[in-house]
Structure formats: C-alpha cells, structure tokens
C-alpha cells in the first residue's frame, strides 16, 4: 500500500462511518450503534495501522497524521451521535439511551433465609410457634438467667460486644426462652430464629454476626425421649427420610443433660457415612426454669440450638461462610428458583 492508497482509504472510512451513523433508526442505543461500527471499522483500521509499518520513511508522517484524523472523527461521530441520544430524550424521567445496557437481576431468597423457612415450616407442623425477641439484651437474660457462672470465659469483653457496662450484643438466641417462660405459662413450644453477634474473626468458617435458630419445649412429663423423638422427625423431613442420625454427649450451662445431634451422610468416594454435627441440645437446667419464675418440680422442658448458615453450606457445599455475607450477585443467582 502506498500514500495515496492509504490516505484514499482513510478518507472513505471516515466517509462510510458518517452514512452508517447517519442510517441508523432513530432511538438506536448508543451501545448498538458502537457495535455496528466497530464491524465496519475494526478490520479496517488495523490494516491501515499495519500498513503504517510498511510505508516508506518519508511518508510516515503525512500517513500518520492521516491516521490520527481518522481516529479522531471516528471518536467525533460516536460522541455525535450520544449527544444527540440526549438531547432528543431530556425530558423528565425519559430515558438516556446513551447508557450502556445492563443486565438486569431480579433477585432471589438467601440461602440461608430458605434454610430458616425451610425448619420453621417443619417445627409448625409439630405444633411450634415463632417467638422473637430483642437483639440488645441485658447480661442477666444473656447469661445469669441461662445458668452461665459468674466468672465464665464468654462473659469476658475478648468474646462478648458490650454496648455499655451491663448492655450487649446478644451472643445466643437463648434469652429468648427466659422472656417467652416470663410472658406465657407452660405448656409453650416455640421456635426462636435471629440474629446473634460474636467477637469472633471474619473468616472460612466464623462470622461476627450470624443467623441462629433455636427452639424450646416446656411442659409437664417433659422427657429426653421427646427432645430426640421430635429432633429425629424433624430430620427425616429435612434431609430425607432413610437419613441416621444420633446423639452424644456434650455440655452447655443451660441444659443438663446436654447433646450434640448428627445427621449421617453417605459420602460417593466408598467411605461410607460420615456424620456431620448440625446442632447442639439437651434438657433446660432447673436454674434456667427457676429464673423465669417456673417451678422446676413441677414442669421439664428440651432446648436446641443450630446455625441455618453452616446447614445451608452443608446443603450446598459452600466451603467459605464469607459467600454467605458478600452479597455477591454472582453467586446469590444460583439460587434464583
């Protein structure tokens, strides 16, 4: 290629990027139209800045400032026509087709949120009810009232967000149970979804702030033989009927005796079941019922406690509990039902 060819071309570029532009249907979006000549242009413009290589040395300059009008008008016709999208849509609440398109997400429900909907639909068809209650709460509903000793490690400020002297962030659902004994006499079956707060670091498998799910049953003959009774149906209808599950010790202050359940899961690679712990539970201490003004001889009651997080990553198999918490549409759209 040549000067003349070059500049011959350059011009006729130029010339054919006005009449596309100028062709285009009115309300044409501004991506539309850039789109529409780059599959003019591109091709084009990289010959010639190829060719700009091959040119003898003396005419370079004359090719090159050739080449830099033709980018410059092409630019002017793309910024031409945006003007001229907003211009003829600057009406009030008109809208800028100048704007790049965008996707749009229509959203979806947590998973986490389906997990709590999930169980709570599962404990009402066992006779429960929902029972809320304050996320500041006082150290006697968060820890005296639930049979915790005075000089227990979680008291302490390195565990325990304190809004002043004898106000804190509740670190459990549990002062719940004491308000709802306070307010309604047995027999109360109520299950208790919120948030609880931790000084616990950010990280794979701890969250300062999380969901927590917990449920309380009080009445008189209360055994240890409905707590598993009611906690094995519950997992039959959550993860599926053949699905084992079992209980071992464990201790917690305020219940006595104290479980953890597991459910079993039959893992693809030969080794069998693995179980998987997904709550802890027991009996409600005597304490615990003497605080709410309960006769501890009279009434009996079970507790649980579980995290719908850690149950809605075992579900999924999420490996980091910061997924959870990023509010990252990327991943929250795999959920959109």
Known sequence: MDLNEFLRRADALEASARTLVASLQPGTRLDDAKGRLNAVAAEEVAALRAALRTLPPEDRPAAGQAFNRLSQALTRVVENYAASLRSANSGVGATDLSMPARTQWRGARHPVTMVIDEIAGIFRELGFTIALGPEAETAWYNF???????????????????????????????????RTLQS????????????????????????PAFAQLEGLAVDEGISFVDLKATLAEFARRFYGGTRRVRFGPSYFP??????????????????????VEIMGCGLVHPAVLESAGLDSERYTGWAFGMGPARIAMSRHDINDIRLLYDSDVRFLEQFTS
């Open 144 to 178: 005296g009232a639930l049979n915790f000793p005075p000089d227990h490690p979680a008291m302490e400020l390195h565990d325990t967000l304190y809004l002043r002297d004898d106000v804190l962030l509740r670190t459990h659902t549990s002062p719940v149970q004491v």
């Open 184 to 207: 309604y006499r047995p027999p109360v079956r109520v299950l208790i979804p919120g948030n609880v707060y931790r000084r616990d670091f950010f990280d794979a498998t701890h969250a």
């Open 254 to 275: 305020f219940t006595e005796p104290s479980a953890q359940m597991d459910v079993g899961v039959g893992l693809q690679d030969g080794r069998g079941l693995r179980w």
